[in-house]
């Protein structure tokens, strides 16, 4: 943990946890050096559903090319906190308000995830042109993967025995400008695998758009880079990912390459920051109660992990009673929530953790607030504190 952050930490009382922390600082680095390892030809947009806290979208939106959307509502948000970024607007079941919201914002591409949406597109009146990339389900083997959105029978994109209705629509319809292709077939995926994949998908896309006649601009392929929670210093090697693209991007000097990663952008910066209510034990096993839970930090739950953590003691205990503490022992870390899933790290070894000891809660700033059911039991929210102290520059920047 950054020092400033730990400082930061140390200095919250007990009435303002549970708190969220972003590190905006480590937010911005780590965003530059991602763009910094892409080579030319590849755009770098952000999923904006992996966390839009306007003060993230704020930083990232200097560091990035654009932002991908899945609802009308992340599209209304990205247009109210970053305006004028390029939008690509994506996601299954698009509503003929989205489309027609899509339309009114001019977004820079919209994903077709069916034929349906491509029907409710050539029914809307009007002139406006939009550029389009097709979400296609490709038949490819993905084997173990955090993740899987495609690859197998699934509701995202499209069959590719249904393209060619679609490139009829498309031929029917002046108004939308087929650029190419979209994938987003899995999470979980580190940079070799992603690489491997990325070919694979090149591959396909060349021949279809050769045998079929389209001209082939753009290929996106999605997100999903590999977070591994379990070992959070180990992290997706952007480096060898970027080296990889340029390799494949000299095979098709013609072609841009997009790609719209949200974990693996935001999840380092944010901390979920709380304090041991209770420790007790059941049956020889210890368990600590910590203020809040998984209404404020879905992502162990959803993913069946433990979230990983840092211990920031708290000496003074003022309390006539004895500390209940655990003590080099396997802990439990629950939440305050009645029910048995409210487990934020299971059976994980602890030296010494005593009651009014700070837990802070690492890989928070993807897929963690914003994914939580927090009106469950109705405990007091969290409270967000954004850590900048990087130099504000003086003056527009050029
Ligand atoms: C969720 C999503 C992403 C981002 O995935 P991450 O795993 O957060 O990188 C990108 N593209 C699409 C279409 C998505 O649905």
Redesign the pocket.
């Known amino acids: 943990m950054r020092q400033q952050l730990l400082q930061h930490v140390t200095e919250l009382d007990a009435e303002d946890l549970p708190a969220y922390v972003y590190d905006l600082h480590d937010l911005r680095e780590h965003a530059a050096a991602i763009h910094a390892a892409l080579p030319e030809g590849v755009q770098l947009f952000y999923?904006a559903?992996?966390n839009s806290d306007p003060r993230l979208l704020e930083v990232l939106r200097d560091h990035v090319d654009g932002f991908?959307v899945?609802s009308g509502g992340e599209l209304h948000h990205i247009q109210a906190t970053c305006p004028g970024a390029p939008i690509a607007f994506?996601?299954p079941g698009k509503t003929p308000a989205e489309l027609e919201q899509a339309l009114q914002a001019g977004v820079d591409r919209l994903?077709i995830e069916s034929e349906q949406e491509l029907h409710l597109l050539t029914g809307m009146p009007g002139e406006r042109t939009v550029a389009v990339l097709l979400?296609v389900n490709l038949p490819i083997a993905l084997g173990p993967v955090a993740l899987a959105?495609g690859g197998r029978p699934s509701p995202f994109g499209l069959d590719p025995a249904h393209l060619d209705r679609c490139l009829a629509l498309i031929a029917d319809d002046p108004r939308i400008r087929l650029r190419g292709i979209h994938v987003?077939l899995a999470?979980g995926l580190d940079a070799t695998a992603q690489l491997d994949l990325a070919g694979r998908v090149l591959t396909w896309a060349s021949e279809w758009a050769d045998q079929k006649g389209v001209e082939l601009s753009e290929v996106n392929l999605?997100?999903?880079?590999g977070v591994d929670y379990g070992c959070p210093d180990r992290r997706f090697d952007w480096a060898a990912f970027g080296a990889g693209l340029h390799r494949l991007l000299e095979g098709h000097p013609q072609l841009t390459l997009r790609i719209?990663?949200?974990?693996?952008v935001t999840v380092y910066c944010g901390w979920y920051v709380t304090e041991v209510l209770d420790i007790k034990r059941s049956a020889g096993r210890a368990f600590a109660v910590l203020r809040g839970g998984t209404h404020h930090l879905r992502t162990p739950a959803a993913k069946q992990h433990d979230q990983p953590f840092a211990i920031i003691p708290v000496d003074t205990w003022d309390r006539p009673w004895k500390r209940p503490r655990a003590q080099d022992e396997p802990v439990t870390l629950v939440g305050q929530l009645c029910t048995p899933k409210d487990v934020l790290a299971r059976g994980v070894q602890a030296e010494r953790l005593r009651v009014g000891d700070k837990i802070a809660f690492g890989l928070a700033g993807?897929?963690a607030w914003n994914i939580s059911h927090h009106a469950f039991l109705m405990h007091p929210a969290p409270r967000f504190h954004h850590l900048d102290h990087a130099p504000v520059p003086a003056g527009p920047q050029s």
Request: aromatic fraction near 4%; avoid cysteine.
């Open positions: 999923a559903k992996a991908e899945a994506g996601g994903h979400r959105m987003h999470s999605g997100g999903g880079m719209e990663p949200g974990r693996s993807a897929y």
